[in-house]
């Protein structure tokens, strides 16, 4: 699997946009990019996954670039309930044995009043 | 919709007793499951995988073992907990067929295990 790099922790202010990068210089053609949050003591929850576009749902934004080494995810409007750790994880997105996901270390956002 | 439940919610056990968490998925069939642990102030640890009844594959080797007997159920055991067992036990569940991004994981709400 491609290894992923992000920074150990960020600051916002609420109310401001968030920008959280990730580095996946290895990443295979095949390859998405998925984007978790895990609030302190709950499980982790499915933020938006990309392949080579941009992708954007209700929750969040996600900007890959155009060689896919990088990607940023963007919250536009942080509160202090997006205060979290957020795991960027590259992956096949095929089922059966190859849809486990490898979580690193994720970055702890801590949103600021 | 989907929804999957895991308990018991918060476990105190003693060192060398047995151990079993549940999980169940409701809403879908031949999900693929999973069992991930997250030690105090660590990160996310998978355990065990299952694509299917009865098929069971182990990312790391450890004093736990999981089952599925039935599709939308996966057990993790133990017969004799350490002290390193503690930690938070997640369940997690994806749809088992080649689609779109298909590694979304829906995540159980957790198991908060302390051995003493």
């Known amino acids: 699997d491609a290894k992923t790099t992000q920074p150990p922790s960020m600051d916002c202010a609420e109310g401001r946009a968030a920008n959280l990068p990730c580095n996946h210089s290895?990443?295979?053609?095949?390859?998405?990019v998925y984007w978790y949050r895990q609030i302190h003591s709950q499980g982790p929850q499915y933020i938006i996954h990309g392949l080579k576009n941009n992708e954007t749902n209700e929750m969040a934004s996600l900007i890959i670039t155009e060689d896919r080494k990088s990607s940023t995810l963007i919250l536009p409007h942080a509160t202090l309930r997006d205060t979290a750790v957020y795991y960027c994880i590259v992956r096949v997105g095929y089922g059966g044995a190859t849809n486990k996901l490898i979580f690193g270390t994720g970055t702890l956002l801590a949103v600021q009043p | 919709s989907q929804t999957i439940h895991q308990w018991p919610a918060t476990l105190v056990q003693p060192v060398g007793s047995p151990l079993s968490l549940e999980c169940t998925v409701e809403g879908t069939s031949n999900p693929n499951l999973y069992w991930y642990r997250q030690a105090a102030g660590r990160g996310l640890q998978l355990l065990f995988y299952s694509v299917g009844i009865g098929q069971i594959s182990s990312e790391v080797p450890q004093n736990l073992s999981a089952s599925r007997p039935q599709d939308r159920q996966f057990i993790l055991s133990s017969k004799k907990l350490l002290l390193s067992d503690s930690g938070f036990y997640l369940c997690?569940?994806?749809?088992?067929?080649?689609?779109?991004?298909?590694?979304?994981?829906?995540f159980g709400a957790g198991s908060r295990l302390t051995v003493l």
């Open positions: 290895t990443i295979s053609g095949n390859e998405y």
């Open positions: 997690a569940w994806s749809g088992g067929t080649v689609s779109s991004g298909a590694n979304v994981l829906t």
